[in-house]
């Protein structure tokens, strides 16, 4: 019998995960604006046979582009411009239910997926910042559950304008002149409480379809919405037992929407210091958090746990922090950075040193054996059915990973040699939906 | 003293602008679903040294599908693809201040203009078709005025946000941690009656400033927005007079607004129609409305003419029609059609049959010799800054008029036989803007 593959997701971010990654001599700052950076690491994807690559986003900017890149580039095009110079790897970009149109996203994941030839995947989120807000005429964010019953009727409308086409829909018969069968081109007709939408689609099916659903969210309403509709889940779990609780947790909530426990994959997030010994690692993480700057940490750590930390003492333990119902934004990421704090007695500075490479995403130092063994221990314990890998710095990080974890990953039977299909839906060994049949001379 | 040269823009369309293009055998009708098609085209552009490749848009389809494409690839999407094959070409996608807000939209140009290191143009349309109403949310079309008015803000508030970054906000230094200089990093605070914008972009500016901002609409009201804001402005003339007169009017509004005269480029539409012999090219033109159904026609045209025409008599001139007043969505084309059915005493069959090549621009049938003639006597003649290329087939008609027409002009000294640099706003030969100093390494 054939023994269970897991799944890789990179998870890009300028020229790495870690906050001052730009400082690093095995980094190059200018390349944060060099689309051929990015052309560049999709392609090490592609040789490393991963599922997929994925940009988070965020609709707004600050005061903390002093010391690190904001989300510069908008990831649908960015990864329109990856999805040229590749043929296989998934392509998932972060784009918001808060602040669009269902019309206008559906079209464009449509267009990345046409372009892709069916590798577009849509990481859903709700966008929970204050600064977004102010980009779009609100002065405070709209309250979380607003968020998610807005997000829930958006990707219903998304969901329906995808399959407004039927598979066969396309005829392009040029001697009678029907480009399309009309009675299989439809309206969807919706009309919600927040969006009224007639469709149909500009856009035949795609080849997979419609794109991937991607969510992260681990909020206990994050978790529902994860369960009814996204077919990949990205999240941020720093131990086992941790990890194993959420995957139990997620995957018994689908039987309630009629779906199965493979039906949705669970990626846990980790940033990896890989070097030839264990030691070697360690100091190349230390380099990197001896470069972390407190004055932008201290301001990040304020906008995660929304408390303003400015001009708190490095040395001492977090102030009282607001109870989490007063919490605008991302609440899961609150929690898990309280947690953090409180149960490992952390004080600020060694907070910010830990929270440094990944934002709160678990972070691993050691050798690419010890990494493929702690993926291969997750994955067999029940914690995960594959990993987001968010490489500290890149190029560089995700080259030593592709290079060196990944053939162990494949030596031990864990990880694909060859993709098998063309499709991101196909690479996460989801079911196949209805999609174009059209067959198309070109 | 060097010869004034001329502009040419590459509209494209789908395998053609013929109505029935994908149904004649110069054409490949799959083609309409494949990058690789439209990536083609670009390189063809770009090898005949063409100023821009340009995208329409809408954001709807209908019943139309039965005997047509539809715009099926979300523009800024497909030309970032385009841009990925590509170094010199400009590329402009046509975009809506009605159904987009303005910091997502600002963003996505961006993105492009990055990514094609300063060859993105914006196409502005305000949106009014019912059927893209239908798709936001909306019952009816919004006012003429109204759209004008929104329109206005939106590209207020996306030209701010383009200039919240300092020429040389961009830092870089590895040492100091500085990664912007946040004081040159600034929020725009825009609150108008339609957008409340705070900023900054997250993003600096671009190699060329900002994107090119091009317009097509013709009414007075499409003319001042126009001389208010547009760098070009694709247009349909007919006669030599009707393009001499438009250009005197348009130009003569640009000093209401402090602009100079060589701040905005005219560019008329032609569908050309190339062959050896002009009776050659008569009568491929014919092919191709021998091709044309009726059914589809004048489903178009009663869209045009906000008129129901179905089951109209094909060999009676047009019923009367509702004054324009009541057009709610593109006034000057309606004033076009109307005009060309009334002053050419006109049956509907002749009308569709002159309408089909370019949905009312100019169609011209001659040889690639008598084309230049046509296009030298137009910029000679004060009608045009270049020419909005219109191929009826594609790649066909592109090919011929890259192989044989470019290199017409470019004898006469009318067009560039090299590209002189490397963004859209030096191609069309606009003044400098601020633009990024930062050096990179990259």
Redesign the interface.
Known sequence: MTRKQLHLNAFLMGVGHHE?A??HPRT????V?????F?DLARLAERGKLDSVFFAD????G?R??????????P???L??M???TSRVGLIATASTG???P??LA??F???D??SGGRAGWNIVTSGGV?EA?????DEVPDHAGRYDRAAEFVDVATALWSSWDENA?V?D?ES??????DK?NTIDHRGPR??????????RSVQGRPLLVQAGSSASGKDFAAQYAEAVFTAQRTLTEGQDFYRDLKSRLRRFGRAPDDLKVLPGIVPYLADTEADAVGLEAEFTD?I?PE?SLRQLSWMLGTDLSGHSLDSPLPPLPPIEQIRGNKSRYQLVKNLAETEELTVRQLIGLLGGGRGHRTFAGTPEQLADELELWFDGGAADGFNIMPPYLPGGLDIFVDQVVPILQQRGLFRTEYTGTTLRGHYGLPALPSRTTS???
């Open positions: 001052a730009w400082r190059d700052a200018t390349r604006l060099d689309v051929a950076h052309q965020n609709l707004a900017t005061p582009v002093r010391n690190n890149a904001p989300a510069i580039f908008e649908i095009t960015l329109t411009a999805a040229a110079v602040y669009n149109e019309f206008n079209r464009k449509t267009s990345l046409h372009i600064d102010a980009n779009f005429g609100y396309l392009l040029e002149g029907i480009f399309a069968d009309s081109v969006f009224s939408v007639r469709g149909p689609l500009n856009s035949p470069l700057s932008y198309l001379k070109g």
